[in-house]
């Protein structure tokens, strides 16, 4: 049955991405993180290539610290390149299940990758989309 | 493809369920949430019984306040009944899916209804679990 995941492309699935530059303040981030509603952020740099990655559980336990959120740069807490798991929009939904179950993250980026190697962030894919796929299939659309 | 989530009934699928109780601080719930690594704690009564639920989004959003963390218990900021989405372990893997696009939650309390209608919490389910699950099947487990 998980073979019904390979007919979907990860292009034709993916939300908006939610990216912030690497100077925007740990508090800023997160005010966009609600006001967004997403549980992470991508940052990018001026070209739209993906520098980092910064999620809830991160806001979180900066939160928890002393630092001064207003003052603090998200590059600071943010995973950098080369730990950022991605995937491409070529790629199916049973290739999102597998690198969100093996690496135990709750989203992915959605990234081209340019012939300079960079990756230009397209989207992002989440268990929420799985979900709805299948509540989709489920109902027969 | 989705009715074969049907077979899978969530009592099967379930992870162990966090819980805490009401009066038990702010700070000690979330250094609970990051030793247990899970995004969702559960409330107790001192018989089991379903008070609350407070998730990582609840405990980022507080923790941007100014509040004394240290000093606010938990009670006041978790979801009560009758506003908590849950399942029991007879429902199937299918009723996890739409409950949780319904209501857009990250995880669904497992519960058992008792006589007296009280719900005594016996488990937790995912959009992990989802995606395990998913992964497991592609796998021919």
Same mark, same amino acid.
Not at 85 to 114: A, G, Q
Not at 126 to 139: D, V
């Given at each position: 049955?998980?073979?019904?995941?390979?007919?979907?492309?990860?292009?034709?699935?993916?939300?908006?991405?939610?990216?912030?530059?690497?100077?925007?303040?740990?508090?800023?981030?997160?005010?966009?993180?609600?006001?967004?509603?997403?549980?992470?952020?991508?940052?990018?740099?001026?070209?739209?290539?993906?520098?980092?990655?910064?999620?809830?559980?991160?806001?979180?336990?900066?939160?928890?610290?002393?630092?001064?959120?207003?003052?603090?740069?998200?590059?600071?807490?943010?995973?950098?390149?080369?730990?950022?798991?991605?995937?491409? +929009?070529?790629?199916?939904? !049973?290739? *999102? %299940?597998? @690198? #969100?179950?093996?690496?135990?993250?709750?989203? &992915?980026?959605?990234?081209?990758? +340019?012939?300079?190697?960079? !990756?230009? *962030? %397209?989207? @992002? #894919?989440?268990?929420?989309?799985?979900?709805? &796929?299948?509540?989709?299939?489920? +109902?027969?659309?």
């Amino acid at each position: 049955m998980p073979e019904v995941l390979n007919r979907f492309k990860v292009g034709d699935i993916k939300s908006r991405p939610i990216v912030i530059r690497e100077h925007t303040s740990v508090y800023d981030s997160i005010v966009t993180l609600f006001l967004e509603d997403v549980g992470t952020l991508y940052v990018v740099d001026e070209n739209g290539y993906l520098q980092g990655v910064v999620s809830r559980k991160d806001f979180l336990k900066t939160a928890l610290g002393s630092a001064d959120l207003h003052k603090m740069p998200v590059g600071v807490i943010m995973t950098r390149m080369p730990q950022i798991h991605f995937v491409t +929009e070529e790629e199916t939904m !049973l290739d *999102v %299940v597998k @690198r #969100i179950c093996e690496h135990e993250v709750d989203s &992915l980026p959605v990234v081209r990758i +340019e012939d300079n190697q960079n !990756l230009k *962030v %397209v989207g @992002r #894919i989440t268990k929420t989309n799985l979900a709805q &796929l299948l509540l989709e299939l489920s +109902e027969g659309r």
